[in-house]
């Protein structure tokens, strides 16, 4: 237990936690297996109240590994829904794109003076940006890739290069 406690073998503190509560439930169960030597002489009480106890103590692991197991499952199941998710709405914008592309319709959202390749441009800079907030990377990702900026947008960009460029002079 000294060993896990400073440490810390395990990758996440979650697993160096867990990994301790196991250490110490192994310790308190093996404490009463010495209640099952000569040592202690009651009968009576070496099997009602230390076998409970011990059962217990069996139980309240078995319960903490099973909730370990359950919530990195859930985790698992949550992350690969997500993707399976995020890949469905990666394919439906490429078919929306890719039909805007062919047909040049919805127009009735865009400037009537947009060419095509405007508006798909105006698309994947809608899809980049659908979060609520501006992140510098893909403010970036759209200027590399040419995709159709505000004004705000360029402002923003301006502004975080600054703010960078004065972060890496410190």
Do not use: C
Not at 8 to 17: A, E, F, G, Q, V
Not at 26 to 40: A, E, G, K, R
Not at 59 to 66: C, D, E, K, P, R
Not at 126 to 154: F, P, S, V
């Amino acid at each position: 237990m000294i060993y896990i406690g400073l440490w810390k073998p395990r990758d996440t503190r979650l697993s160096n936690r867990y990994e301790l509560a196991n250490e110490f439930m192994t310790l308190v169960i093996s404490y009463h297996l010495l209640m099952y030597t000569d040592y202690y002489s009651n009968i009576e009480v070496r099997y009602t109240f230390v076998g409970s106890s011990m059962i217990g103590f069996t139980g309240l692991i078995i319960f903490v590994n099973m909730s370990y197991l359950l919530h990195f499952f859930v985790l698992k199941l949550f992350s690969v829904y997500r993707y399976h998710q995020s890949k469905k709405r990666w394919i439906q914008q490429e078919n929306y794109l890719a039909d805007l592309h062919r047909t040049g319709t919805n127009a009735s959202i865009y400037d009537p003076t947009m060419t095509v390749q405007e508006r798909i441009s105006k698309d994947r800079a809608d899809l980049i940006l659908q979060k609520k907030h501006h992140y510098h990377a893909d403010l970036l990702k759209m200027e590399q890739m040419g995709l159709y900026m505000t004004n705000l947008q360029k402002q923003h960009l301006t502004w975080l290069n600054k703010r960078d460029e004065a972060r890496k002079r410190k």
